[in-house]
């Protein structure tokens, strides 16, 4: 080891090795085409490659890939979730997760730390028991756990609140953890790319060709592509695509903001979630603590941060950790969550025949790339929903089908 | 500090005022079919654009109608509903469809 | 059957200054908390009172206004404002048709008010009122709205008729100023289950400027 890194440094040439290939000018026809290199897109395009055998496939990202949602959240991972549907199918993301460096071949840095959902309220006590015993029925380690055992696995923290919001107990989540959420997608393009699949940048959408109710193609930057199969996986940009095909969808745009502080030496190990007073918090492997609350409260199709969220926010996190006041914020930023009436994403076909949605992913999508990848890959190969995402399709709002994870999903993401 | 106009009370800043969602028209309950009304309930057009939304101003407890950009979050007019100003016209100008980073 | 006493609903948060609490208008009241010399300074500087036993009435409707009129009640004119309805009694026209009506320590319209019968009158309805109701006064009580309130609540900018309905310390509130034997104070009206926490903010920020709570009695002396 030391050797080689001697022999690097003197050898004067120090050049990486591309991740993937830089492509520039896409072919006529591919089997399928993904729009949007974020992580669901490009994990979409590796399983079907790897599951498949489904290779003649081009991600189209307009910007860069991971510059959306994907490098922007704040990679909490876990399934905790309130509904059995939910909390099977982010099981099944975390499991995938937890062996994923080594498929991968990369460092994500997958780290777990253990999850608490404090409950300040007698109210939010009675939501972690409903949770924890949902999770314990489909074998999700979770459990309500008392003030002791928050004080043991973080005595930094004023379990007071600083009187203002005194914390009853918790939900702890065993399996929580954090990861580099850029590597994911860096690393699924990797596997995709080596698998055959072409990844083009700074390569836009702006039609969607659809001929008696099936897509024929897309309209694109670098000129028409023509193709049977198009996955969405645009996050924020959904209604812009859904647009083009003439699809409404209950999806809302809003801003979701987070931010972080200067690095410090590690002392948090867990991760934290607050319902009552609107905050997450966690300290990375870079030492810095990586913050976040609920939404913005109204519609935005932007990515503008504003000062409101860090005051609001920066004033709960030191209700928990008084000495924390006078850590500096040294960055803050937003992304564009497509947000759903019942908190759960919108995943399958759709009434155009070849048109597939993987959307509604607002604040929680990071921790399903995975199984979103894998199951909208299956979905797409066999042009017919993955089980597991049964309960997620677009249709269920006309039925009035609706999964109701709005309990586990508003501020813990 | 963003400031909003309310219609009775004038200009306050944003923390005083609840969003209510587009603006939409509701369909007759009594014969709509299942599909029409589901769509009311739950569809909507939510690409960028000039839209009519119900904003709400919680200390005086007064809804009212905002034209408001969605993509540069401008807003072009509020007032109470079924007191629209008569320069705006009810068509919706499109965004233009430039990136909004 | 005995009367009902009720109790202010700010008595909670004000425990531990140990008030001597007295009835008025069927309710139990702070009346005095550390003697009227102290009480006198305090309203000097910056006193706060809580007068949430002041009977109220409330009304909306398009025909809420021809009502009160009815009832011997001068009503507002304009949006937003309000008058001295009858000798001692404030009544305040929020927004277009809704009214509130609060009878000051000397008034007494609200309890013939009280005869209001829905089935009788077309286009008004009663609202009913529990507001916890605050008096703010002395020479530091813009100091303290300016950390409080976002609106300019100066004299040139707040007229001396106006009602406004905005934030105080973060939750809904009605303000107005008026004048109380020769000394303006400002008036503050939020929903009663925000009461205890309306006046450990109020009392918090009055005692850094050097003020405090003023009894009932006090403030009316
Ligand atoms: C601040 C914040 C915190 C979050 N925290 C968490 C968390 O802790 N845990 C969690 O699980 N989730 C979290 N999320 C949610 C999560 O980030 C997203 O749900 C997830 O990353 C979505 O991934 P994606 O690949 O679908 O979308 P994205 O990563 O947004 O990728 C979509 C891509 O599509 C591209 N695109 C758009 N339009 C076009 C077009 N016309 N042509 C070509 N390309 C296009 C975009 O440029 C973009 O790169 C958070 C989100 C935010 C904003």
Redesign the interface.
């Known amino acids: 080891m030391a050797y080689q890194l001697l022999k690097f440094a003197l050898g004067g040439e120090y050049k990486e090795p591309r991740f993937f290939r830089d492509c520039q000018t896409p072919k006529k026809s591919y089997d399928a085409v993904i729009i949007g290199g974020g992580g669901h897109g490009l994990a979409a395009a590796y399983y079907l490659a790897k599951d498949h055998g489904i290779t003649n496939v081009a991600v189209l990202e307009k910007g860069y890939i991971g510059g959306g949602n994907t490098g922007r959240n704040t990679t909490i991972v876990r399934s905790n979730y309130l509904t059995p549907d939910g909390v099977n199918f982010y099981d099944a993301s975390v499991k995938l997760f937890e062996g994923l460096s080594t498929e991968l071949d990369i460092n994500l840095f997958y780290s777990n730390r253990g999850h608490f959902t404090l409950a300040h309220t007698e109210s939010a006590m009675r939501t972690m028991r409903w949770r924890a015993e949902v999770n314990k029925h489909v074998g999700v380690e979770s459990r309500v756990v008392g003030t002791d055992e928050i004080a043991k696995a973080c005595p930094q923290m004023d379990l007071s609140c600083s009187g203002k919001a005194p914390i009853q107990g918790a939900l702890y989540h065993e399996p929580g953890s954090i990861a580099r959420h850029d590597a994911v997608a860096w690393g699924y393009a990797r596997g995709a790319d080596s698998m055959g699949v072409e990844i083009f940048q700074n390569t836009e959408v702006q039609s969607i060709d659809v001929k008696d109710g099936q897509v024929q193609g897309v309209h694109t930057s670098r000129g028409y592509i023509s193709t049977g199969k198009v996955l969405s996986a645009v996050a924020g940009f959904t209604p812009r695509i859904t647009e083009m095909v003439d699809l409404k969808t209950p999806i809302v745009i809003h801003p979701l903001q987070a931010c972080v502080s200067e690095p410090m030496k590690p002392w948090l190990d867990t991760i934290l979630v607050s319902g009552s007073l609107h905050v997450y918090v966690s300290q990375s492997s870079r030492g810095e603590l990586v913050m976040g609350s609920s939404l913005d409260p109204y519609e935005v199709h932007s990515t503008r941060s504003t000062f409101d969220f860090v005051e609001g926010l920066t004033s709960h996190i030191v209700d928990m950790f008084p000495f924390l006041s006078n850590v500096k914020v040294v960055r803050q930023w937003a992304g564009m969550a497509d947000i759903t009436p019942d908190f759960a994403p919108i995943m399958g076909k759709t009434p155009i025949k070849g048109f597939y949605l993987d959307a509604g992913w607002g604040t929680w999508g990071f921790k399903a790339t995975p199984i979103s990848g894998k199951t909208m890959a299956y979905t797409m190969a066999n042009d017919k929903a993955h089980d597991l995402i049964h309960s997620f399709r677009l249709s269920r709002f006309e039925e009035y089908e609706l999964t109701g994870e709005k309990g586990a999903a508003s501020v813990g993401h | 500090?963003?400031l909003l106009n309310c219609p009775?009370?004038g200009t306050?800043?944003l923390?005083?005022f609840?969003?209510g969602?587009?603006f939409r028209e509701m369909p007759n309950p009594d014969t709509s079919s299942?599909?029409e009304w589901?769509?009311y309930?739950?569809?909507?057009?939510?690409?960028?654009g000039v839209?009519k939304?119900w904003w709400y101003?919680?200390?005086?407890?007064?809804w009212f109608i905002a034209e408001r950009n969605?993509?540069?979050?401008e807003v072009l007019a509020t007032y109470l509903y079924g007191k629209a100003p008569d320069a705006t016209k009810t068509t919706k100008p499109r965004a233009k469809?430039e990136q909004?980073? | 059957m005995t009367a009902l006493i009720k109790t202010t609903p700010v008595a909670y948060a004000q425990h531990e200054q140990k008030p001597a609490m007295g009835v008025h208008n069927g309710m139990e009241v702070a009346l005095s908390f550390e003697g009227a010399a102290v009480e006198k300074t305090h309203k000097q500087v910056l006193g706060v009172t809580d007068v949430s036993c002041f009977a109220k009435f409330g009304i909306k409707g398009p025909k809420a206004a021809d009502w009160l009129a009815k009832q011997g009640l001068k009503t507002p004119d304009e949006i937003n404002s309000w008058v001295e309805g009858a000798p001692g009694t404030l009544v305040l026209r929020l927004g277009g048709s809704e009214f509130l009506v609060e009878d000051q320590i000397k008034g007494n319209a609200c309890n013939g008010l009280s005869t209001f019968n829905q089935d009788k009158t077309a286009g008004a309805y009663q609202v009913a009122r529990a507001d916890a109701a605050f008096i703010l006064g002395g020479s530091q009580a813009l100091n303290l709205l300016s950390e409080l309130c976002v609106m300019d609540l100066r004299d040139s900018a707040l007229a001396s008729n106006a009602v406004v309905m905005t934030q105080v310390a973060g939750i809904s509130a009605t303000l107005l100023r008026e004048s109380l034997a020769g000394e303006q104070v400002y008036r503050i009206w939020c929903d009663v289950s925000y009461g205890p926490y309306m006046w450990e903010m109020l009392l918090e920020i009055a005692q850094e400027l050097g003020g405090g709570a003023v009894g009932l009695t006090a403030r009316f002396q």
């Open positions: 500090m963003k009775m009370n306050r800043p923390s005083e609840l969003f969602g587009e299942d599909l589901a769509s309930v739950h569809y909507r057009d939510n690409a960028p839209k939304e101003h919680s200390p005086s407890g007064t969605t993509l540069s979050d469809k909004s980073e």
